[in-house]
């Protein structure tokens, strides 16, 4: 085997690389000879694989979705790149191929290497994993949990079709487990060896995160618990928000390329106390039309993501009001002060390792929230609990004739609702919409509109916060719906409160949703 022409002789190479072959020698390009009619080049983005074999066996080029300079040649992204190898004097690399423009599926390139070649490769095969994985961890250990019943109850079937076959050709460490009844991934997670998994992920919908988050935050090592595994999502359910957001699809398959490729990233996360109970929150908290769209239509489960939209018109159409009275602490008041929050925190990317050593500071009495000493458990609750007294400061205010109040921690709440374009992972702040229920039918149509079009943020009726907590008391309504991550809570007052960067999740880019930012 040799090496091939110089860089600047071949169009897919990146100039600035070069290789050496551990005696001095370089080779320009990083390009190497596998067969007499094959080569592999590691170009500025891709791996360049230039094979004649394939003009005679795929004259298609993979339905034509890779990149190709020619029939005989194939771009695979390094995005793409799940784990190469040299054994046996084989080459073998194995890479997510796309199959649709909505999946993609393991496939395997194997090439017989001359054995006078073999360290030559090796360290080549070392560069080719260095540049697929960049800042994200090679070969994780995953707790695999499954919903056999989430959304139309596919997830089992997804799982062994799209989502087994990369974690595997990733060289991903499995250990699954089907769930069989609500709340068993709390005792999972509760219970979990942290030192020998590195991600938690969850084939369903929002629901099994939002367990796994509280079956952490019970451990007695909470916090060392959040930062060290992180929770992941794998959309398998009727509600794929947390995929949407860190993955950027509700597709199996490309999530599970997402997480194989995530960058470790703190998440904020909220404690929710109603009555005795805490409990964290990772997503949102609804009360109104939003809770009532969601908790109210789970009989309509079979209408899948299109459920929500029935129940949101059919409660706009009859103009339903949600009196409650409503105590905030707020953080940031304005839309265009949200809007340049949102820009700081877009330009400001630390590398990941740098990203765990975050102060969890909010303000001048935030110190209290990450708690002192040795213990581990979850941050105290600075602003006390919902059975307290109101904290210094707040006021409840009565709103009768409230439609909506929704606060997120993450901007889609669904794959076509980006509710909260301003939303960031770790900012410390929760996002607040408030909406009347008394504004026209019209006007109500146009919001709707209007975050499909993801221009929600700037409309005149809704009232937008970036806030620290809150208590919010419902009245004169004896059994209605409070939605906690898409969970049903009692109906009864309850108090939030942030906790800066107290969760793990795995993003595509280590600091920012895939959402759209405000307009």
């Not at 991934?185 to 988050?213: T, Y």
């Amino acid at each position: 085997m040799t090496t091939s022409a110089m860089a600047t002789d071949n169009p897919f190479v990146d100039p600035a690389s070069s290789f050496e072959d551990g005696r001095g020698n370089s080779f320009e390009g990083s390009t190497v000879s596998v067969a007499r009619d094959a080569s592999l080049t590691l170009g500025t983005d891709s791996l360049i694989v230039l094979d004649e074999a394939f003009e005679k066996r795929d004259r298609s080029n993979c339905c034509g979705l890779w990149p190709s300079g020619s029939a005989n040649t194939r771009a695979i992204p390094f995005y793409n790149v799940l784990w190469a190898e040299l054994k046996d004097s084989e080459l073998t690399i194995q890479y997510a191929s796309p199959n649709s423009k909505k999946s993609v599926r393991a496939a395997t390139l194997k090439y017989p290497i001359e054995y006078q070649m073999v360290e030559l490769v090796n360290k080549w095969v070392k560069k080719l994993l260095d540049r697929s994985y960049g800042e994200s961890q090679q070969r994780k250990r995953a707790k695999v949990l499954v919903n056999p019943h989430s959304g139309k109850g596919s997830a089992e079937k997804w799982y062994f079709r799209d989502v087994e076959p990369l974690l595997k050709a990733a060289q991903i460490t499995i250990d699954m487990v089907k769930t069989r009844h609500k709340g068993e991934a709390v005792d999972i997670a509760e219970k979990i060896d942290i030192e020998a998994f590195d991600i938690v992920a969850s084939c369903s919908g929002d629901g099994l995160p939002h367990e796994v988050f509280n079956g952490l935050g019970k451990r007695p090592d909470a916090k060392k618990a959040l930062s060290k595994i992180a929770v992941v999502h794998i959309p398998c359910g009727s509600g794929n928000a947390m995929s949407c957001n860190l993955n950027g699809t509700d597709s199996p398959s490309l999530a599970t390329l997402a997480i194989i490729k995530g960058i470790p990233t703190p998440l904020d996360l909220i404690s929710i106390t109603q009555g005795d109970t805490r409990t964290l929150s990772f997503l949102s908290q609804s009360l109104g039309i939003v809770a009532e769209s969601d908790l109210a239509t789970e009989h309509l489960r079979w209408m899948g993501g299109q459920r929500f939209t029935y129940g949101f018109l059919v409660r706009l159409i009859r103009k339903a009001l949600y009196p409650c009275d409503i105590a905030i602490k707020v953080a940031i008041d304005d839309k265009p002060s949200i809007r340049e929050h949102y820009k700081k925190e877009q330009r400001n990317h630390e590398p990941a390792g740098e990203r765990r050593g975050y102060k969890f500071l909010l303000d001048d009495d935030a110190s209290a929230s990450t708690g002192s000493g040795s213990d581990d458990s979850l941050p105290p609750l600075r602003y006390g609990t919902v059975n307290d007294k109101l904290p210094q400061g707040w006021e409840l205010v009565p709103y009768d004739k409230l439609g909506n109040f929704y606060c997120g921690n993450m901007a889609y709440m669904a794959s076509d609702a980006n509710f909260f374009s301003p939303a960031l992972p770790n900012d410390g702040y929760m996002d607040l919409v408030c909406i009347n229920g008394d504004i026209s039918r019209l006007e109500a149509m146009q919001m709707m509109f209007a975050l499909e079009g993801n221009k929600l943020f700037d409309k005149p009726g809704v009232w937008y916060r970036k806030i620290t907590g809150y208590r919010i008391i419902p009245k004169n309504q004896e059994d209605g719906f409070i939605s906690i991550d898409g969970e049903r809570v009692p109906f009864a007052p309850f108090q939030a409160e942030i906790h800066k960067g107290l969760g793990t999740v795995l993003s595509k880019t280590g600091h920012m949703y895939e959402a759209p930012g405000p307009v």
